[in-house]
């Protein structure tokens, strides 16, 4: 066996991990933030499984001081502060470690960086091939012809391995210890390490490779010119010290020991409650197998040890925020269908089923269930029915494979499902909904759906049944693919399963789905979020249950045309660049086409390289030289324009649903922390609209005939009207109701100027100002933006806020209460929680703020718009109208309008979506009509 140790800069590992997944870090239900710890198994996993090393172990710096800081007291004097949730999550970390069998290394005094030095060292003397697994470049100057660098995957690339002579290529050196004249010239912002002023990376490269070290640079220094000569010479001492401390030290008092360091099989006692606890459920099961169950291994820990085992626990964190559906976690867990009392009748005959009618009528609430043949409801069929209305007890009722026949007794039980006056349970009940409506019912009541319910109490985590069971009732629900098998081709169907083990499931379903509103409803009246609940969420279920069976009809022969006109261009584009290359290659190959653009064409003598060593050619690389060459906006062209053809205009086609020729999206209700809905198969919102080629998609949707035209309606700058609205600011008010362009205002406001002497560019500003202050944009990404000076953006944003004063107060007000109440709201009360507002940790703390600004606008324009539907949906029904509403992207719905009641139709969408919400500034909805979509927008 090969002698290969891994050695993992454990605390740059894990800083990593937890920011990779900021932007949507993953949290228990007791609110533990587990994105470090979740991001470093993952790792780890990846490294025993792929690389299988013969021994490994894990560094971690300590809190002692360490020769660095005595010799200059400023280093590391810049850090942020940890992340709270990043200082949680140690102890969880080093359990994890300790449970995988695995040995933590710490000296006092010395850092991760010597210590790994100092055993790499070792190591390779006793014949082992060393991995220093780290993301930092400073171990660069650690490799040799047995020791390696091993930076880990990122943002989708692989990892990479750096020996000798990549290092040398990669630092343009000679030999690897000039790696550390290189950093010392240099400097580390993020160490606090000064280096030389005016040494950037490329002239410390360009004089090592002169001179050789930073001491012959300074020897000769009188060679040098103007004010590099000048800082060299003034700060060699500085640029000395800046050298010893980017080298790695190595006789840290440390020691190798083959035995302590080798792999060994993981503590199953320990990893498992640390799992559970953690709720590792895929993790879990990648590890222990598919039977790994957090509820059954779940144990009370709280994870407060001291980070290297002192005993003292960590002092209480202060200011973290959590949700109250993350903070009431219900109870122990251990239970599961097997060890937890309960009664699930089989109803399987006409006597049986007018019993449980009758006592189904006389309820005021039931929770229900569809048991079907597959996840799509319009493509499905139904294989039985499951009820609940008291704990613990549930009713199924299986149904033949005929249509008719099932339809005969799945109508038994109509008079019950469409009674108005009981209320109707259930987990995605719009899937539910839609199954039965192909069956001719027509549910109806009030509705609670538990996904909802936990979806506003907590916006930001997983709201499946099983997840939902175990966190609130410590419950492990029957897996689906116990009964059916893993997805793919081998899958069966639930009509495949014996009907007395379908009942246990189904009736587990019903039952835990009416054990779950038993506890989310008093949690909804304690957030205040009972409105948003009866009164938009819920609601709107039967709304888009509606559009989603309607569906949209798609011009097929139209979509043909279109993808041959594609084809034909894309054919153009591609001889186009051949001629210019002067070569024919693959253009779809990253490899081919960046020998053509760099090593033939040579448009960038410094361009970026792969770890395989072949040129990146990503959109941001083609988009920064494209102004330098024709042939690369012939090539982004091209890359667009095949994009389109396969991910719409080919694929449209296969979307249409077999039995109604038309095509079915699904609009989720839960997955957007704003509020916002989203949709898919086909994902409407994605459609492009920015371009002429992708609005052209849009031509495909058409009425269903002759007799009907598309409406489309769409708010005018909702989100700047509901800053005007909820800011109260007196000058964007003013602009608003006067009806005046808000970018020409804001221009006229911002320059100093009048309306009429507003130019485009000066308008084009403004737009930028406008739309970038609600996601907090700073004066460098607006310079960015707009291409303009630094200097000159943070002007147009100081002169924005001295004119827009009620615009920067808001954000101020915001700001504070959401430090002081850990959460924000739109205007109908929905919450978005921000558990990093009072972090102290800057990059944190700043993603918060900027959710804090902008979830209140994008939260209120999501929920007007649902509102809109709600209240036009009930138009169209009240005036039994048979036009229908087959669309919602963004802040816009299509209808497909019958002719005859076009008129009718624009007032009811007007009247609606311009009241939905009461405001003290005009809502302006533009209609427009058509032959197709595109038409009609």
Not at 464 to 473: K, R, V
Not at 784 to 797: D, F, M, S, V
Request: hydrophobic residues 40%; contains cysteine.
């Amino acid at each position: 066996m090969s002698k290969k140790l891994f050695l993992l800069d454990g605390m740059a590992l894990i800083y990593r991990a937890h920011f990779a997944l900021s932007k949507n870090p993953r949290f228990t239900s007791n609110g533990i933030n587990t994105s470090a710890v979740m991001g470093f198994t993952n790792t780890l996993l990846e490294v025993l499984k792929k690389e299988k090393p013969s021994h490994i172990a894990v560094v971690f710096d300590t809190d002692a001081p360490t020769e660095r800081h005595t010799d200059y007291e400023a280093y590391k004097g810049h850090r942020q502060a940890m992340p709270e949730d990043l200082s949680a999550a140690l102890p969880f970390v080093v359990k994890l470690i300790e449970g995988f069998n695995i040995p933590v290394i710490t000296s006092d005094g010395f850092e991760a960086d010597d210590v790994i030095g100092t055993l790499s060292k070792q190591a390779e003397k006793e014949g082992f091939t060393v991995y220093c697994m780290t993301p930092d470049k400073d171990f660069a100057q650690l490799v040799s012809e047995n020791i390696y660098m091993y930076k880990p995957a990122r943002m989708g690339n692989d990892m990479e391995i750096l020996g000798v002579k990549e290092v040398l290529a990669k630092w343009e050196i000679e030999h690897v210890h000039q790696v550390i004249d290189i950093l010392g010239l240099w400097g580390d912002a993020v160490d606090n390490i000064p280096g030389i002023p005016g040494i950037g990376e490329k002239t410390a490269k360009s004089l090592i490779k002169t001179y050789g070290s930073m001491e012959n640079i300074i020897a000769h220094s009188h060679e040098l010119k103007g004010k590099q000569r000048e800082n060299i010479e003034n700060f060699a001492a500085q640029g000395l010290l800046s050298k010893k401390l980017a080298t790695i030290i190595l006789n840290a008092p440390v020691q190798f020991h083959e035995e302590s360091f080798r792999c060994g099989p993981v503590n199953k006692e320990k990893l498992e409650p640390l799992f559970a606890e953690l709720e590792f459920r895929t993790l879990g099961r990648r590890v222990f197998g598919e039977d790994f169950s957090i509820s059954e291994t779940k144990v009370n820990s709280s994870g407060q040890m001291d980070l290297f085992g002192s005993g003292n626990a960590p002092s209480e964190i202060k200011n973290i925020t959590i949700s109250p559906a993350q903070a009431l976690t219900a109870v122990e867990g251990g239970k599961n269908i097997e060890n937890v009392e309960h009664q699930y009748h089989l109803i399987d005959d006409e006597e049986k089923r007018k019993s449980l009618i009758a006592v189904l009528e006389n309820q005021k609430a039931i929770s229900f269930d569809t048991e079907t043949t597959g996840i799509d409801a319009n493509n499905a069929d139904l294989v039985g029915l499951s009820f609940s209305f008291k704990k613990g007890e549930a009713y199924y009722i299986p149904v033949p494979e005929d249509f008719e026949s099932a339809k005969a007794i799945a109508h038994e039980f109509k008079a019950v499902l469409e009674n108005p006056e009981i209320r109707k349970i259930g987990q995605n009940i719009k899937y539910d909904i839609l199954i039965l409506k192909w069956y001719g019912i027509n549910v109806a009541g009030e509705l609670f759906d538990t996904m909802l319910a936990h979806y506003i109490l907590d916006p930001d985590t997983r709201h499946g049944m099983d997840i939902l069971s175990e966190n609130y009732l410590g419950y492990t629900p029957v897996s689906i693919t116990e009964l059916i098998g893993k997805k793919g081709k081998g899958q069966g169907t639930m009509r495949d399963v014996d009907v007395e083990i379908v009942k246990e499931y189904a009736g587990e379903d019903a039952d835990i789905t009416l054990q779950l509103q038993e506890i989310f409803e008093p949690m909804l009246t304690e957030v205040k979020a009972v409105r948003l609940s009866q009164e938009i969420e819920n609601p709107l279920v039967y709304v888009l249950a509606d559009v989603e069976i309607e569906g949209v009809k798609i011009d097929m022969e139209q979509l043909q045309t279109y993808s041959k006109e594609l084809e034909i261009e894309i054919n153009r584009l591609e001889k186009l660049v051949y001629e210019k290359a002067g070569v024919k290659f693959n253009l779809a190959s990253p490899k081919q086409l960046g020998e053509v653009l760099f090593d033939k064409l040579k448009l960038d003598d410094k361009a970026k390289k792969t770890k395989t060593g072949q040129y990146q050619t990503g959109e941001d690389v083609l988009l920064a030289l494209a102004p330098k060459s024709d042939i690369v906006q012939e090539i982004l062209d091209f890359r667009q324009l095949c994009k389109l053809k396969s991910t719409y205009v080919d694929a449209l086609p296969l979307l249409v649903n077999p039995r109604t020729g038309r095509v079915h999206t699904s609009y989720n209700q839960a997955v957007a922390a704003t509020g916002r809905l989203s949709s898919n198969n086909p994902n409407l919102q994605n459609i492009p609209i920015r371009t002429a080629r992708g609005r052209e998609v849009r031509r495909a949707f058409i009425p269903r005939d002759e007799n009907h035209i598309l409406l489309s309606a769409d708010y005018s700058q909702i989100e700047l009207r509901i800053i005007a609205e909820i800011s109260k600011d007196v000058n964007m008010m003013e602009a608003f109701t006067k009806g005046l362009d808000i970018h020409t205002a804001t221009a006229a406001k911002v320059y100093g100027i009048e309306l009429n002497e507003v130019t485009s560019d000066q308008r084009r500003n403004a737009k930028a100002v406008n739309f970038g202050i609600i996601y907090g944009q700073s004066a460098f990404g607006l310079s960015q933006t707009l291409g303009i000076p630094r200097k000159e953006a943070a002007e147009i944003i100081q002169n924005y806020f001295e004119q827009y004063s009620g615009v920067k107060q808001y954000m101020a007000d915001t700001m504070n209460f959401a430090r002081e109440n850990g959460y924000v709201e739109t205007i109908m009360g929905r919450r978005r929680y921000l558990r990093d507002i009072n972090s102290a940790n800057q990059t944190v703390r700043g993603y918060a703020e900027r959710n804090a600004i902008n979830a209140p606008i994008q939260g209120s324009a999501a929920d007007l718009i649902k509102i809109a539907m709600i209240n036009i949906h009930k138009d169209i029904k009240d005036q039994k109208l048979q036009s229908k509403m087959t669309m919602q992207v963004h802040d816009e719905l299509v209808f497909d309008v019958l002719k005859s009641e076009k008129e009718q139709m624009k007032r009811i969408i007007l009247d609606r979506m311009q009241s939905a919400i009461k405001m003290s500034i005009p809502l302006v909805v533009e209609v427009g009509e058509g032959e197709n979509w595109l038409a009609a927008h």
